[in-house]
C-alpha cells in the first residue's frame, strides 16, 4: 500500500481505509483497480456508481 500512497501523494492510512471500505476515492479505487486489472465494481461492488 505504501507504493500505491506515494504515487497517489496520499497517506498510507487513506489509502488503507479506501481498500477496506472505511473510506471512498474514486481515484484511488481506479487507480487499484487498474493495477489489479480488475473493475471497481468487483472489487468494491455497490460502493461506487459505474462510470458513464
Known amino acids: 500500500m505504501r507504493a500505491i500512497a506515494q504515487e497517489l501523494e496520499l497517506s498510507d492510512r487513506t489509502i488503507g481505509n479506501i481498500v477496506h471500505?472505511?473510506?471512498?476515492?474514486?481515484?484511488?479505487?481506479?487507480?487499484?483497480?487498474?493495477?489489479?486489472?480488475?473493475?471497481v465494481s468487483r472489487l468494491w461492488p455497490g460502493k461506487y456508481e459505474e462510470a458513464r
Open 21 to 39: 471500505g472505511r473510506g471512498k476515492s474514486r481515484r484511488v479505487a481506479a487507480h487499484i483497480a487498474a493495477l489489479l486489472g480488475r473493475p
